[in-house]
């Protein structure tokens, strides 16, 4: 009897019931072992077993907590109230959003102590909740009822197909239909599918005062898809939190997560960041389409002496390989085709990146955390005791960083990094004003390489492109020179370009270099012997692009500049 009581008294609901003589301890014993097995709330499970009714239980609860009931099978909710609050939410709380008047948002509540609830949903909403109460039966009923409902959303999703299958990983379980179907969880998984469907590299997302806009990026160039509704952005941007694992709650601080999607039977991780803007939260996913991931140098359109100073250079025991270039340049996807190309089974390669892109077998990848003191120095630290032949540090940012670097290619590794300059000569002076001394530079460096990516022209609608010879001369181009462009055309969506194609300056460090490094040269001079080591520069290997009718030159113009 006496735990029987004890039972009852951490439950408020079953207390008042069986003061009232509705329920028994025995019933109140039965439905907590109903409990374990089921899960939910004791109250659905003294439902479940028949030991309460729900009109007689959903009175008990409005007393409780002196709130109003409501009879959700007989209240009509409309849509736009339906869309305030996402999917995963109103599942996770057991809530409905009922109606909105002004600032105050009426809500359904299975448990209307539970304050954490509330605090979410005022954050989410920006609106102030009043909660009613309602039965968890009903609510579960009326989620199924609402959520399925999609054709409020046939305008929003108007030119986005919406039959491709998005898949959560969780474990590998699918996610379940119910949730699949609610509007808000269709119209972001639609987004997601779509982007990597026609092979986006990035989504953002952007709230404004009176709309909210919707881009992706193709081939390197941003282009508006859609505008959502306005009201949307705050069950949006939450939606994609709770799939990424941040915080709903937190709207002042950036946040940054990840996501793992199956879009049919493709995999593919997205790396989410967000941003306090004035108008809320900005989203932005970089998708990592590991399917998509060309490893193989010889694919990239190099040219046979720059591929051939390459393989070179990877081949040597020890020494760095330095690529250079703006974000978003593709550095690191050539520094991964160098690794796999070095990746034998009897060489032991470690990187610190930040973050990973993406997982390479038979590499051991650290993902650098300067939070906790996991910088790229201190993890370079660590390598040399782990008994490395190869070793890649995701980017040289500071002295610490390029001494350590320096002296593990001295001391018989093969060290490969990246830098931010303009060009492959620029490189070796921006070292050097990071307070390395030239000799280490000249003797630690077997090869820099810059790149950029400029757009492929479509194939479907490439044609001849009249362009003056006096404009051909300028750019340095012979004026019989025939060059290409794209129409554009329903496969390219009109931009006359698909794909993207590298541009590389590859700088071998030769004997003469060395002497100019140690010299302390200027960029200028190092470049000049570069050109005469038979180096392309970006320009020049853009130029050749554009004989071999591959790019435009509007794109090698808008990439690279004529060095003196």
Same mark, same amino acid.
């Given at each position: ?13 079953? +207390? ?17 072992? *109903? ?6 709330? /004791? ?5 479940? /077993? ?8 959903? @009175?008990? &609860? ?32 057991? $809530? &409905? ?84 179907? +609610? ?12 982007? $990597? ?29 859609? @505008?959502?509704?306005?009201? &949307? ?25 990840? =996501? ?14 967000? /941003?306090?803007?004035?108008?809320? @939260?900005?989203?932005?996913?970089? =998708? ?97 005791? *782990? ?65 950029? /990516? ?85 320009? *020049? ?5 554009? *004989? ?17």
């Amino acid at each position: 009897m006496n735990s029987g009581t004890a039972v009852v008294v951490r439950d408020k609901i079953a +207390a008042r019931l069986l003061e009232a003589g509705v329920i028994t301890i025995a019933q109140i014993e039965q439905a907590k072992d *109903q409990q374990k097995k089921d899960g939910g709330s /004791l109250g659905l499970a003294l439902m479940r /077993l028949g030991a309460v009714d729900e009109k007689t239980y959903t @009175e008990f &609860l409005g007393k409780v907590y002196n709130l109003p009931v409501v009879d959700l099978d007989r209240t009509t909710i409309a849509n736009e109230n339906i869309g305030l609050i996402p999917a995963d939410v109103a599942t996770k709380f057991q $809530v &409905l959003p009922l109606e909105r008047r002004g600032r105050v948002l009426t809500v359904a509540m299975a448990n209307p102590s539970n304050i954490f609830a509330i605090d979410d949903i005022k954050f989410i909403t920006s609106l102030d909740v009043q909660p009613v109460v309602c039965s968890e039966v009903a609510i579960k009923r009326a989620i199924d009822k609402y959520y399925a409902q999609t054709d409020s959303l046939a305008s929003i999703m108007e030119g986005i197909e919406d039959d491709i299958e998005v898949v959560e990983e969780q474990e590998d379980d699918e996610l379940g239909g119910d949730e699949q179907n +609610a509007p808000v969880v269709k119209l972001v998984n639609t987004l997601l599918a779509e982007a $990597v469907k026609i092979g986006a590299s990035d989504i953002h997302i952007e709230p404004y005062e009176k709309h909210l806009r919707v881009r992706y990026r193709i081939d390197g160039v941003l282009q508006e898809v859609m @505008e959502p509704p306005v009201k &949307l952005k705050a069950a949006i941007t939450s939606r994609l939190k709770i799939m990424s694992e941040l915080d709903i709650a937190e709207r002042r601080i950036p946040q940054d997560g990840r =996501i793992k999607l199956k879009v049919g039977s493709k995999k593919v991780d997205l790396r989410v960041s967000t /941003l306090p803007c004035i108008f809320g @939260e900005k989203v932005v996913m970089r =998708i990592l389409d590991k399917g998509n991931l060309t490893l193989d140098l010889g694919d990239y359109g190099l040219e046979e002496k720059s591929l051939r100073d390459i393989y070179e250079a990877i081949a040597k025991p020890y020494g760095m390989v330095l690529v250079t270039g703006p974000t978003g340049s593709g550095k690191t996807t050539t520094l991964y085709s160098c690794l796999s190309r070095v990746n034998k089974i009897d060489v032991n390669i470690m990187t610190a990146e930040d973050p990973v892109e993406y997982n390479l077998d038979g590499i051991n990848q650290v993902q650098v955390r300067e939070e906790v003191g996991l910088t790229f120095a201190a993890a370079l630290k660590a390598f040399l005791r *782990q008994d490395p032949n190869i070793v890649m540090v995701g980017e040289i940012r500071d002295l610490e960083t390029g001494s350590i670097a320096v002296k593990a290619s001295l001391t018989g590794h093969l060290v490969f990094s990246t830098l931010h300059t303009n060009d492959a000569p620029a490189t070796i002076n921006r070292m050097i004003d990071m307070g390395l001394e030239p000799f280490l530079v000249a003797s630690s460096t077997n090869l820099i390489m810059a790149q950029r /990516l400029v757009r492929r022209i479509c194939k479907n609608c490439k044609t001849v492109a009249t362009v003056p010879p006096e404009a051909l001369r300028d750019i340095g181009l012979p004026p019989k020179t025939v060059v290409h462009h794209g129409k554009g055309c329903e496969k390219c969506g009109g931009t006359g370009y698909s794909g993207r194609q590298g541009l590389y300056e590859v700088m071998p460090i030769t004997g003469a270099l060395r002497e100019l490094i140690l010299d302390r040269a200027s960029t200028t001079e190092i470049r000049k012997q570069a050109q005469a080591d038979g180096m392309l520069t970006l320009r *020049q290997d853009g130029l050749i692009k554009i *004989q071999k009718g591959i790019t435009t030159i509007e794109e090698v113009l808008r990439e690279t500049t004529v060095q003196e």
